[in-house]
């Protein structure tokens, strides 16, 4: 492992400390092989369900174990915020009402309505500032200096450790994966996989998967360096990250294999499929990793795999309209049966 993985990624010991807290407050969750997805993509395909987790997306393990943490270092805080397009939002509002602690979280204008529903039953103020997350995290910033709020960034050391757990139990669980896809928002995810397969010893490739409408993570991979891009995804919004997070990019420079891109189509064929196939509800961002292994397949065959649905948190109005759009991979698995004719009685053979 390279200087900036061992200074930047939790260790084994600190991610089975940061599993004492979390299932303290949830239970680990599902990874499952559907018959019908492995089919679809011609490999052994393995699930990570993050979308059972109780905000319904992986990020909750990171809020749990961060305010856990502040609350035991900072016990005179004022209050947290934070600026999301959602799921880190839920996550920061559960651990803030677990913890006893006030929670601010600022969203792009336009945001999913029913994260934002979700957010302020968590109890968190919502702000609604800036047309995308960047603006909406420098908003964060001015208001955390003047009410004197504590400022959760989007990449830390203890929310890496929390979101490690559940590739944690993916990879206890399927140690001979031959690789994962992971989608990257602002890397937490992606540095979660990299901790947990770094610390069991594993020899699993990582697969990084960015939105072709929101390229700044794959360009600066391929780059070697930082480089903004303009965000236009219409349907994955937790991948929608403008500017990278400097501390994720060098872990992904120097322990992520590849970096694909999926498009908007690509991402809805893919949540259209994880229904059919699973009967799972998946977000945009939620079915990224299996978008990416559609993309693939055909390098995929014979392999095992594991895709991380990562959340589920769509707003019901864009979910129908996914649902009812064709998609080829997805339609093809609801081929009418064969109809086989039967012989008539007189026709049968006789032993």
Known sequence: ????????????????????????????????????????????????????????AFKVRGGMVYLHR?????????????????NHGQSVGLAARRFGMAATIVVPEGNSREKNAAMRALGVELVEHGSEFQ?????????????????????????VAGVSTYWMELFAAQPELDLVLVPIGQGSGMCGAVAARNAL???????????????????????????????STRIADGVACRVP????????????????????????????LAYIATHNVAEGAGACAIAAALQIRGRLRGRKIGVTLSGGNV?????????????????????????????????????
């Open 135 to 159: 603006e909406s995290r420098e908003h964060a910033q001015q208001l955390a200096a003047q009410r004197q709020l504590h400022m959760i960034p989007s990449f830390h050391r203890d929310l």
């Open 245 to 272: 997070d400097q501390a994720s990019l060098e872990v992904m420079l120097s322990q992520v294999d590849e970096v694909i891109a999926v498009s908007d189509d690509e991402v809805m064929d893919a949540m259209k």
């Open 1 to 56: 492992m390279t200087q900036a993985a061992c200074t930047l990624l939790p260790n084994l010991a600190e991610i089975e400390e940061a599993a004492g807290i979390v299932y303290a407050g949830m239970a680990p969750t599902p990874q499952l092989c559907w018959p019908l997805l492995s089919q679809a993509l011609g490999a052994e395909v393995w699930v990570k369900h993050e979308n059972h987790a109780p905000t319904g």
């Open 201 to 231: 010893g594993l020899k699993t490739r990582i697969i990084g998967v960015v939105s072709a409408h929101a390229l700044a993570y794959k360009l600066s991979f391929e780059a070697g360096s930082k480089i903004e891009s303009p965000v």
């Open 70 to 86: 502040l609350a035991q270092q900072q016990p005179q805080s004022h209050g947290v915020i934070s600026a999301t397009r959602g």
């Open 315 to 351: 707003d019901h109005d864009v979910f129908a309209r996914v649902l009812m759009r064709a998609a080829p991979v997805a339609d093809t698995l609801l081929a009418p049966a064969q109809v086989l004719t039967l012989p008539q009685d007189g026709q049968r053979r006789t032993a």
